[in-house]
């Protein structure tokens, strides 16, 4: 498969891509107020929530036309709380940069938020929102359930372990394999295929896929559900049910100095289910680049638009040291 490497402002590169041409969008954008990447022109430095949610917007509408009609976007945003008169972040002042000596604070300035001093901005949600008044259907809220959170030092609220993933659709059909992120169930629950109303929302109804187990034949009349397998290893009994709202993922910090880097775990699914194979995935925010490189794992073609020149070289070396001499890799 093949992953173009596009770095710029994805504002600006997005209208070069023709239209209807991904299958799937993933991506997480620069989170307000958090970090600064030490790059003139970014996104998430704006003096206002306000202000993030229009230069967010601008991309994600040039994005809409890139992205085909059955196609699915899969958007990761994280929130943080009010604290005007300091700069961003849930305690006010997190930075972080590049490891390089040339260090300029070009984002060190005041960010209101007109809210009460502690208050839950509630990013997320105002740009879920934001893209469903724009036109996007808003199919599902997943929760990010993270397994190892960041420690925060507070004691008048609960430890946030959690960010929100959003799954959007440019229309009301649309493609989504739900069998290919279908759940083992554990603990004596009870699978259940999803029922004809949820089927004929869906253009594509896909041939049973279940990873790591190998079906054995069985007469209707022994009580086998379609849905369920034997496990290839210990011939155990398998059921399956349909994918739940909840993902337990552990963040994977990387070594070369990307601090905000999506897990593969997280991506997986959404892949899987928004792509089908041999399809093209975006990530516009393409980062250390791990949408292309779980998308080139999966046979899907990828594209990542890169602001920071620095991050694009990082993602063409992880995608690179990942699929060895089969990956093919295009920086523009």
């Known amino acids: ?97 590049l490891p390089d000596s040339n260090r300029k604070r070009v984002g060190r300035e005041k960010r209101t938020t007109g809210l009460k001093p502690k208050d839950l901005v509630g990013l997320p949600w105002r740009l879920a929102f934001a893209l469903q008044a724009a036109g996007w259907w808003l199919r599902s809220e997943v929760i990010w359930h993270k397994l190892n959170p960041m420690p925060e030092n507070v004691w008048d609220r609960p430890t946030r372990s959690h960010e929100q993933l959003f799954m959007l659709t440019k229309s009301q059909h649309y493609f989504y394999d739900w069998e290919a992120i279908q759940e083992a169930v554990t603990g004596g629950a009870h699978a259940r295929k999803p029922g004809p109303n949820s089927l004929a929302r869906i253009d594509r109804v896909p041939t049973s896929k279940k990873a790591a187990v190998t079906p054995k034949s069985a007469n209707p009349g022994e009580g086998i559900k379609a849905n369920t397998s034997f496990h290839a290893a210990t011939g155990d009994l398998v059921e399956f049910r349909n994918k739940r709202s909840v993902w337990p993922v552990a963040s994977e910090p990387l070594r070369d100095g990307h601090y905000a880097a999506f897990p593969p775990g997280l991506i ?65």
């Open 1 to 97: 498969m093949t992953v173009r490497i596009l770095t710029g402002d994805c504002r600006s590169i997005l209208k070069t891509l023709p239209s209807e041409s991904v299958h799937a969008v993933v991506t997480s954008p620069p989170y307000w107020g958090m970090r600064d990447y030490n790059v003139a022109g970014q996104i998430g430095l704006e003096e206002n929530p306000g202000e993030w949610l229009k230069s967010l917007m601008v991309v994600f509408t040039e994005m809409r036309r890139v992205l085909r009609s059955d196609g699915v976007f899969w958007l990761n945003v994280g929130d943080c709380y009010a604290h005007d008169g300091k700069w961003g972040g849930e305690t006010g002042g997190k930075q972080a940069y």
């Open 268 to 332: 997986k699914p959404c892949i899987m289910a928004g792509c089908p194979a041999g399809g093209t995935v975006l990530d516009p925010f393409g980062g250390a680049g791990t949408t292309a490189l779980v998308a080139d794992r999966l046979k899907r073609n990828a594209i990542l638009i890169e602001l920071n020149p620095e991050y694009a070289a990082m993602a063409r070396r992880r995608i690179e040291g990942d699929g060895g001499m089969f990956a093919q890799v295009a920086a523009e």
